[in-house]
């Protein structure tokens, strides 16, 4: 199924939280104050966060006047942009990883039950699948569940997992992964860590050891931290991503669980507090259920509209 139709179908939740009732609004037939009262309100309960409401809101108003509109119904594809403009502001945004300067590191980070091992997977499913050679690491060495985890993940796509007992120095395994990664000349290494709760001081300080070590070995060209979000969070995953972002710097960002959110603003908010690239979306469970970020579907899924092209 391509994208656009997947995520339109993913994302019947999200419209009839706030998109859906945004379409609703463009269909009223005069500006009125409570049209704009309405539309800003739709877009803070759909966790765009309160400045992009504002600002958007303030801008159709000077649009609707410079272009002499007559009904909401002309601005929404107006809106549409604006929210496509906004996401593809960050550099990056929705772009794969640069695999050019092998072996890239991805150092996955992000709070239990964000997604974050099972993307780890998925990415290794993907790289399989287009031929590239892949060494995953299994870093979180704190719980031996998540260890098994990634070597079920490892076993499924016939990749490589480094592993080491439970308790063992999680950045000992990282450097064993990229060192294995580099006499092997693979193409990517994937470097699991721990769930860690953001306000735990100790292991946010493993994890920014983790971070030195493959800082110094790999070099930033082949550094990626990717820090991974549940969508469902709304802004306390804007919250999260800040305080990653305070303890080291984050690169990359994927979504996960969005097909099972009514937050959809969230990646607007991320994208304007953090100027980060959201790269992938997760949409499933399965291993094909990881994919590119596209903006442009994003806002048009949303909205309910379709591109000609």
């Given at each position: 199924?391509?994208?656009?139709a997947?995520l339109?179908?993913?994302?019947?939740?999200?419209?009839?939280?706030?998109?859906?009732?945004?379409s609703?609004?463009?269909s009223?037939?005069?500006?009125d104050a409570?049209?704009?009262?309405?539309?800003?309100?739709?877009l803070i309960a759909?966790?765009?966060?309160?400045d992009?409401?504002?600002e958007?809101?303030?801008?159709?108003k000077?649009?609707?006047?410079?272009?002499?509109?007559?009904?909401p119904?002309e601005?929404?594809?107006?809106?549409?942009?604006k929210i496509?403009?906004?996401?593809?502001a960050?550099?990056?945004?929705?772009k794969s990883?640069?695999?050019s300067?092998?072996p890239l590191?991805?150092?996955?980070?992000?709070?239990?039950?964000?997604?974050?091992t099972t993307?780890a997977g998925?990415?290794?499913?993907?790289?399989k699948?287009?031929?590239k050679?892949?060494?995953?690491?299994?870093?979180?060495t704190?719980?031996a569940?998540?260890?098994?985890q990634?070597?079920?993940?490892?076993?499924r796509s016939?990749?490589?997992v480094i592993?080491q007992g439970?308790?063992?120095d999680?950045?000992?395994?990282a450097?064993?992964?990229?060192?294995?990664?580099e006499s092997?000349?693979?193409?990517?290494?994937i470097v699991?860590?721990?769930?860690?709760?953001?306000d735990?001081?100790?292991?946010m300080?493993?994890?920014?050891?983790?971070h030195?070590i493959?800082l110094?070995e790999?070099?930033?060209e082949?550094l990626e931290?990717?820090?991974?979000?549940?969508?469902?969070?709304?802004?306390?995953?804007?919250a999260?991503a800040?305080?990653?972002?305070?303890?080291?710097p984050?690169?990359?960002i994927i979504?996960?669980?969005?097909?099972?959110?009514?937050?959809?603003g969230v990646?607007i908010?991320?994208?304007?507090?953090?100027?980060?690239?959201?790269?992938?979306i997760?949409?499933g469970?399965?291993?094909?259920?990881?994919n590119?970020?596209?903006p442009?579907?994003?806002?048009?899924?949303?909205?309910?509209?379709?591109?000609?092209?």
């Amino acid at each position: 199924m391509a994208f656009f139709a997947k995520l339109k179908e993913s994302l019947k939740g999200v419209r009839e939280r706030w998109s859906g009732g945004i379409s609703k609004l463009f269909s009223a037939k005069t500006f009125d104050a409570e049209f704009w009262d309405s539309l800003e309100d739709q877009l803070i309960a759909g966790d765009t966060g309160l400045d992009f409401a504002e600002e958007t809101v303030e801008f159709l108003k000077d649009e609707a006047k410079r272009r002499g509109l007559k009904t909401p119904a002309e601005l929404k594809n107006i809106f549409t942009e604006k929210i496509t403009g906004e996401l593809n502001a960050v550099a990056g945004m929705g772009k794969s990883f640069d695999l050019s300067k092998a072996p890239l590191v991805l150092l996955m980070i992000g709070v239990n039950g964000s997604g974050k091992t099972t993307s780890a997977g998925k990415l290794a499913t993907m790289y399989k699948v287009q031929g590239k050679k892949v060494i995953m690491a299994a870093a979180d060495t704190f719980r031996a569940a998540a260890v098994d985890q990634l070597k079920i993940w490892g076993e499924r796509s016939g990749v490589r997992v480094i592993a080491q007992g439970q308790g063992s120095d999680p950045a000992a395994v990282a450097f064993d992964a990229w060192k294995a990664a580099e006499s092997s000349r693979a193409d990517v290494v994937i470097v699991d860590t721990a769930g860690r709760l953001h306000d735990k001081h100790n292991l946010m300080e493993e994890l920014k050891k983790i971070h030195r070590i493959l800082l110094r070995e790999a070099g930033a060209e082949r550094l990626e931290t990717v820090l991974v979000l549940d969508a469902v969070l709304g802004q306390n995953s804007v919250a999260q991503a800040e305080t990653f972002n305070n303890i080291i710097p984050v690169s990359s960002i994927i979504l996960t669980k969005y097909d099972n959110t009514a937050k959809g603003g969230v990646v607007i908010s991320i994208a304007r507090k953090l100027r980060v690239p959201v790269r992938y979306i997760g949409l499933g469970e399965g291993a094909e259920d990881l994919n590119n970020f596209d903006p442009s579907e994003f806002a048009d899924a949303l909205m309910e509209t379709e591109r000609n092209s």
